[in-house]
């Protein structure tokens, strides 16, 4: 017999690839009334659709008009779980300013990446699309940020991300910040190449290592 919660998580994820905004709020609200954990719902269900999606994107097998009809899905998916996430419990409240590097305006990964975050404890400041890189630093620098997240969906603009972590240096800020990297086009390889702390190709892996890395590999230059 099929576990009924990895069922739904399956149509979950089904129904955002399939663009189909009411069975993605059904099976969402059918999720919830099980008292399945929300948190599931979206990273397995509802993100993973969404992977599938911009998969099916870069095999050119949909279209811009598809992918957003399956991020309208998917939103409306996030509208029924995020009301019943659960913030873990004891922990600190660390703050991050995440954004989608200047020449980009897709934010889907972006905003994934931010509700995780929050789930795990961050008070987050969203900065939205196009962002220049000065932003980040100036934002970061006025609330004291823990972490910056910083995402792109194109090739020509990753260089940015870079851009940033420079800027960090400059500012001799960069020791004092876990800067995470993410989107369709971004690798470990990627991220190692221009010193990112963090990457993971899922944003609930990626808010749960960013909060790894404030709690226990972050070094202070003035401690």
């Given amino acids: 017999m099929v576990d009924l919660k990895e069922l739904l998580i399956s149509r979950l994820s089904e129904s955002v ?5 009411d069975k993605v709020v059904e099976v969402s609200k059918e999720f919830i009334e099980k008292n399945f954990n929300a948190y599931e719902g979206i990273s397995k269900g509802l993100a993973a659709g969404m992977d599938k999606a911009g998969k099916l994107y870069e095999e050119e097998e949909y279209y811009i008009p598809e992918l957003l009809m399956c ?15 659960k913030r873990e419990e004891g922990s600190n409240k660390y ?8 020449g980009d305006t897709h934010d889907i990964g972006k905003n994934l990446f931010k509700i995780m975050l929050e789930t795990t ?9 196009d962002v220049p890189p000065m932003d980040f630093i100036n934002k970061a620098k006025e609330i004291n940020a823990d972490v910056i997240g910083l995402s792109t969906l194109m090739t020509t603009t990753m260089h940015n991300m870079e851009v940033v972590i420079d800027l960090l240096k400059e500012n001799n800020m960069r020791d ?7 989107g369709g086009p971004i690798s470990q390889k990627f ?12 944003a609930s892996k990626a808010a749960r290592l960013a909060k790894e890395l404030v709690k226990g ?3 202070y230059v003035n401690a």
């Fill in 121 to 129: 404890g961050f008070e987050v400041y969203d900065l939205g699309r």
């Fill in 17 to 21: 690839v399939d663009m189909d905004e």
């Fill in 217 to 219: 590999e972050r070094h």
């Fill in 95 to 102: 703050k991050a300013v995440v954004g989608v590097v200047e």
């Fill in 176 to 182: 004092n910040i876990v800067v995470m990297v993410g």
């Fill in 71 to 85: 991020s309208d899905a998917m939103y409306a998916g996030l509208d029924v779980l995020r009301p019943k996430l």
């Fill in 191 to 202: 991220a190692d190449k221009i010193g990112a702390d963090g990457y993971a190709p899922e």
